[in-house]
């Protein structure tokens, strides 16, 4: 007996060293990953904090030779229109990822139904929008021509409330991950079913309108080209997005007019035009936001899990 307890203590031994190993495998492969995602946007970071002149001499370095603040100083110089295209870019985004995830999820909880008689008729349509559209000219006319919506905030929402992919993907969530015992046990108790799907589907469905709503957040942020389509009257009701794309315009004009560039060099001596250095500027002053959303979703994540775990 003490020498088969000495062969497991062995084979247990031998078992954590390579468990070990493996782990230590794993996690110096998820730092290396880590690494490779998180340099390139100190980079960017860091160049739009140096000098133009440098970036253009040396290129892109972790420790430029000289600092500057050259590109922000030239992107507030029209801060008032940026701020104000960051309040309309933040509240398209609550306001749209709130709506767009709301009904997405109504839409999908009857098709997710097998006792609803026509969910295979409205899980054909909705798939049927993810291979096939009208295109951008039929696009266009309905929301100018048709509906109205030309040069106002709603048009800027409107198009990113619904997914086709997203819907298919709550419905999957409802149908293979809620128990149907549990609609069986509600109607028992007499519930109807908007109380089933406010007080049991959503609760327990957590995680996947955390996933939905933080890729729907991330599309809502980054469009700019509904502003570019639907708005030529008031330029102040824009995104963020579309004023960074108009500032990168505006520098490459000033860059290849050089009677423009002397006017504006001629009110300033000391201006460097800001070329790599402000489309890194850009790119900073366009993402901020969004990297608080991660945290937020992620919360919701954990919340989600737990809440959708099954008691034995």
């Known amino acids: 007996m ?3 307890a000495a062969v497991k203590a062995s084979d247990l031994k031998l078992a954590k060293q390579v468990s070990g190993g493996a782990n230590f495998a794993i996690n110096t492969i998820f730092w290396i990953y880590t690494l490779l995602c998180v340099v390139p946007l100190i980079t960017v970071i860091v160049a739009s904090f140096t000098d133009e002149n440098t970036i253009l001499i040396n290129g892109y370095s972790l420790l430029p030779e000289k600092w500057s603040l050259g590109a922000y100083k030239f992107l507030l110089e029209d801060w008032q229109a940026i701020m104000k295209s960051y309040g309309y870019s933040i509240i ?3 306001c749209g990822t709130v709506v767009g995830v709301s009904l997405m999820a109504l839409y999908a909880y009857p098709i997710s139904r097998k006792d609803y008689p026509y969910r295979n008729f409205f899980s054909f349509f909705m798939f049927f929008t993810i291979l096939f559209s009208g295109g951008l000219v039929p696009f266009y006319l309905v929301y100018t021509q048709g509906l109205h919506l030309q040069n106002t ?5 409107m198009p990113l ?3 086709g992919f997203f819907v298919l993907l709550i419905r999957t969530f409802f149908a293979n991950s809620i128990p149907k015992e549990l609609y069986e046990s509600a109607k028992i108790d007499g519930a109807g079913e908007w109380r089933i799907f406010v007080q049991i589907v959503l609760p327990l469905s957590l995680p996947v309108l955390a996933t939905v709503g933080l890729f729907t957040t991330l599309n809502y942020w980054n469009d700019w080209f509904l502003s570019m389509l639907f708005i030529n009257d008031n330029e102040s009701v824009v995104s963020i997005q579309f004023r960074m794309y108009k500032t990168m315009l505006d520098i490459q004009y000033l860059s290849a007019n050089a009677a423009a560039y002397s006017a504006r060099a001629a009110n300033d001596p000391n201006f460097t035009m800001p070329g790599e250095t402000a489309r890194m500027a850009m790119a900073v ?3 901020g936001p969004v990297i608080f959303a991660y945290p937020f979703f992620q919360r919701f994540f954990v919340e989600g899990l737990t ?5 034995g």
């Open 161 to 163: 409330f619904i997914s």
């Open 307 to 311: 809440v959708g775990a099954v008691k």
């Open 2 to 4: 003490a020498q088969g």
């Open 285 to 287: 002053v366009g993402i």
């Open 153 to 157: 905030l709603i048009v800027l929402m």
């Open 92 to 94: 398209l985004t609550i």
